[in-house]
T-cell receptor
Framework: DAGITQSPRHKVTETGTPVTLRCHQT?????MYWYRQDPGHGLRLIHY???????DKGEVSDGYSVSRSKTEDFLLTLESATSSQTSVYFC????????????FGQGTRLTVV | DQQVKQNSPSLSVQEGRISILNCDYT??????FLWYKKYPAEGPTFLIS?????DKNEDGRFTVFLNKSAKHLSLHIVPSQPGDSAVYFC???????????FGTGTRLKVLA
């Protein structure tokens, strides 16, 4: 299994507060991703990174920012949390390879009240 | 716009029979397709993938079929087992960007 650690695993926060989720990998993979999973929507890409300091928007990037200052860490920040951002967030990593497999973390359940 | 679609939210199959999960896509730039399995409270795990230059890939009980002209892929599980009960996501990838786009998922229930 790829070494992907998400923290925290669970968080409850109030509307309007900033929140940062952390993804740490030990695989030295080039690509890192943040997804959110919601009923009826599957997994939707928020932001991804193709290298240190190189990031790009995904399908649902509004209200989110990311940073990648080191290969192993990818941070997702909700600038001002809203109830619509209540979700389960997954980090993933990948590297160029034969089967193009992406590896996922265990997820962070975020509740905005 | 949903570039990757799984039109069946759920599927029930008897143990030992074949499970067929379907996925459609709209973007002709996708050149790799993957299937993931997800149990509750866990992250998705990779099952099988297929390049757009192939039309079939097999790994044990799992076979993925790709029909490029129809922009359709399917995952066959034979024989189905109760432990296969999970949510299955298809994903599509453009190798130039390495952005994985996922479908909405199909919940498979294998009945013992």
């Amino acid at each position: 299994d790829a070494g992907i650690t998400q923290s925290p695993r669970h968080k409850v926060t109030e509307t309007g507060t900033p929140v940062t989720l952390r993804c740490h990998q030990t695989e030295n993979h080039r690509y890192m991703y943040w997804y959110r999973q919601d009923p009826g929507h599957g997994l939707r890409l928020i932001h991804y990174s193709y290298g240190v300091k190189d990031t790009d928007k995904g399908e649902v990037s509004d209200g989110y920012s990311v940073s990648r200052s080191k290969t192993e860490d990818f941070l997702l920040t909700l600038e001002s949390a809203t109830s619509s951002q209540t979700s389960v967030y997954f980090c993933a990593t990948s590297e160029t390879g034969n089967n193009r497999e992406a590896f996922f973390g265990q997820g962070t359940r975020l509740t905005v009240v | 716009d949903q570039q990757v679609k799984q039109n069946s939210p759920s599927l029930s199959v008897q143990e030992g029979r074949i499970s067929i999960l379907n996925c459609d896509y709209t973007n002709s730039m996708f050149d790799y397709f993957l299937w993931y399995k997800k149990y509750p409270a866990e992250g998705p795990t990779f099952l099988i993938s297929i390049s757009s230059i192939k039309d079939k890939n097999e790994d044990g009980r799992f076979t993925v079929f790709l029909n490029k002209s129809a922009k359709h892929l399917s995952l066959h599980i034979v024989p189905s087992q109760p432990g296969d009960s999970a949510v299955y996501f298809c994903a599509a990838l453009t190798s130039g960007t390495y952005k994985y786009i996922f479908g909405t998922g199909t919940r498979l229930k294998v009945l013992a």
